[in-house]
């Protein structure tokens, strides 16, 4: 799924997520969020407790891997082309959600840099192709406290500000949930913003059952 911020229009209502659905509501809290290109060892730490536990439940809910290794949420915590981004609760100060976006789509592996250069080409050569590699938020701060929504806010800021391409990819299970949907209305708050489903991927099986033996 792809967004594409042409201009700046005033906010109003924000989004927030339902531990059982994607649903938007009036957060009762200010969310504040941190921005860092590397994280320090104590940091890492902390994010990557909340971010396997956001998504562990998706490695028996997606046939695709979703939920990175602890290496290899260390090397993206590390890794200076990747804008990391903190969300804290005002409240306990507690980190309550995380998110990672880049404009250097060399850092994303299984993104297809090709394809997005020849769709959006001046784009492309300004890096103003945002590309999102996750957002998570801890389940008892979703909804009520704003996380998910101040973190797409910030993710969305520069393509808000300037003009640029904003993608995600969303697997089927977060999709039946209403995870675009409710991603889109919050982005039409922000500015002016189309949404496009760029790609998807099935996964097929054939099962052959027990042969009967009479």
Not at 23 to 28: K, N
Not at 32 to 54: I, N, Q
Request: hydrophobic share 40%; aromatic share 8%.
């Amino acid at each position: 799924m792809v967004h594409r911020t042409d201009r700046p229009r005033s906010t109003g209502r924000i989004a927030g997520a339902s531990a059982h659905r994607y649903v938007l509501e009036v957060p009762a809290l200010t969310t504040d969020v941190r921005t860092t290109d590397a994280l320090g060892e104590e940091d890492t730490a902390a994010a990557w407790e909340l971010y396997r536990s956001a998504f562990s439940r998706l490695e028996v809910l997606a046939a695709q891997r979703h939920l990175m290794t602890e290496g290899e949420f260390g090397q993206v915590a590390a890794d200076a082309r990747v804008r990391k981004l903190l969300a804290h609760c005002p409240d306990s100060g507690r980190l309550c959600g995380i998110a990672s976006v880049t404009t250097d789509l060399a850092a994303m592996p299984l993104v297809s840099e090709p394809y997005f250069a020849r769709r959006w080409p001046e784009e492309h050569a300004h890096r103003r192709i945002h590309y999102v590699g996750f957002v998570g938020v801890e389940r008892r701060y979703r909804g009520s406290s704003g996380a998910f929504a101040a973190l797409v806010a910030e993710i969305c800021r520069p393509a808000v500000a300037e003009g640029g391409v904003v993608a995600v990819d969303v697997c089927r299970h977060n999709e039946d949930l209403g995870l675009p949907r409710a991603i889109g209305t919050l982005l039409a708050e922000l500015g002016s913003t189309r949404a496009l489903r760029l790609d998807e991927q099935v996964y097929w099986a054939h099962e052959f059952p027990v042969p009967h033996r009479g």
